[in-house]
């Protein structure tokens, strides 16, 4: 008799991601596909022809900056939570939320910058868009501090660590994402005005 030979064919390894970090993502990607219609209708009415330049406010440039340095902090914190080092962890979601506000502070002066220019939420297209730009943007910046909040919370509570990752993966996960989102509308802004 001969012997049947059977090919067995491993299994396909399946992506496989947590709930609620897919839930996450569609949500990430819904504000990009808002930002992205807000920014291509921004293009669109500049090329209309009534179009008045608006000095972009020069606390900007250090609102960035800030936002830069929240996202080294959060990532501080990812970092902590994987060492269970619960200290600097929390020491980190401290210094992120605090520059998170202080983001929102420097924003709040750019629009006072504008009012200054005589650029009103109303009136100029040019000077809507960039209010509609950066107010949309510190709302859901105010949802990452609120993110960050439970988080520092939970992390006192010591239920961020190196075996419970999800949530603090995910926080940091969005506000790296935020501060993304604002790099590419800063830089938008400043070619586009």
């Known amino acids: 008799m001969v012997n049947d030979i059977h090919i067995v064919e ?3 390894k399946t992506l496989s991601m947590h709930p609620k970090k897919f839930a996450l993502w569609l949500f990430m990607v819904s504000i990009v596909m808002l930002f ?3 920014t291509s209708a921004y293009i669109v009415k500049k090329a209309s022809g009534d179009w008045q330049l608006i000095e972009i406010p ?3 440039w250090v609102s960035s900056l800030v936002i830069m340095l929240s ?3 959060m990532h501080w914190s990812k970092i902590s939570a994987k060492k269970d080092s619960i200290p600097q962890l929390k020491m980190g979601l401290i210094i992120t939320l605090l520059l998170g506000l202080v983001f929102l502070a420097l924003q709040w002066q750019a629009w006072g910058q504008l009012v200054d220019q005589q650029a009103h939420f109303v009136g100029k297209p040019s000077s809507s868009f960039i209010y509609i730009l950066t107010g949309m943007h510190g ?3 105010i949802s990452g501090l609120i993110f960050v909040g439970i988080i520092l919370a939970a992390a006192w509570q010591y239920k961020i660590h190196s075996r419970s990752m999800v949530r603090i993966e995910m926080c940091t996960t969005y506000w790296h994402f935020l501060g993304g989102l604002w790099l590419y509308l800063f830089i938008f802004l400043l070619l586009n005005h």
């Open 36 to 38: 992205a219609a807000w």
């Open 71 to 73: 996202s080294v902090s």
């Open 139 to 141: 709302l859901h910046l």
């Open 10 to 12: 491993e299994p396909k």
């Open 58 to 60: 020069q606390v900007l």
